[in-house]
């Protein structure tokens, strides 16, 4: 099965492919994960160069606002994750299948 982390980081590369100006709070309310999980698998991300999260506030008063964008890395990093988990389905797949038709009576 494939490690929970990283279907959770192939969610968040999801997600920020989709939306690069959403918010880790957001992020961690749609994927249902905790928003320190999420905010540590961001700095991974932005740490393995698969995420390059720019500023945008410029105002010092304010919360340092970022947006997230995926990088070159990273969008071979979501390719890569994408296809280790389908190649994990399908082998799931097959021996759901090989047990229904192992259990299937002959004839029916």
């Known amino acids: 099965m494939i490690e929970q982390a990283q279907e959770e980081a192939l969610s968040i590369i999801k997600e920020i492919e989709t939306n690069p100006a959403t918010t880790q709070r957001a992020v961690s309310k749609k994927l ?10 961001l700095k991974e991300l932005i740490q393995k160069g698969i995420v390059k999260g720019e500023s945008f506030s410029t105002n010092p008063g304010k919360m340092r606002k970022l947006s997230y964008l995926l990088t070159p890395k990273g969008v071979e990093e979501k390719m890569r994750l994408t296809y280790h988990f389908l190649k994990i389905k399908e082998t799931e797949y097959n021996k759901l299948k090989e047990e229904w038709n192992a259990r299937a009576k002959p004839g029916v």
């Not at 249902?32 to 698998?41: A, D, F, P, Q």
């Open 32 to 41: 249902g994960i905790s928003l320190g999980k999420t905010n540590y698998l």
